[in-house]
């Protein structure tokens, strides 16, 4: 990837009791972004693909609030955390 990795920081979760969290594998896949890595990013961490434009979406509506917005911010978080658990879930039985 690149020099940046030494400055990513470590899961404790993973360092401490031995097993990733829901998080892990997500400063790697915003590097394979960066990259054009698109697939290994996917494949990293799902939910990456929610969470950008989810975060997108929360900045752009603190300065410029648009209709219906709340319920579109609502509705993209529920996906992305079920998109989390469901591959945290995956991750975990495979």
Known sequence: ???I????????NKQ???FEC???GLQRAFLF?????????FKMYPAIYTLIPLFLLIGINIFFKFKNSNKIIN???IITVVIIIVSY???LIN
């Open 16 to 18: 401490l009791l031995g």
């Open 22 to 24: 829901l998080g892990c």
């Open 5 to 12: 990795e030494g400055f990513m920081i470590p899961c404790l």
């Open 89 to 91: 879930i995956f991750k």
């Open 33 to 41: 972004i960066l990259h054009g890595e698109f697939i290994a990013a």
């Open 1 to 3: 990837m690149s020099s």
């Open 75 to 77: 509705v993209l978080a």
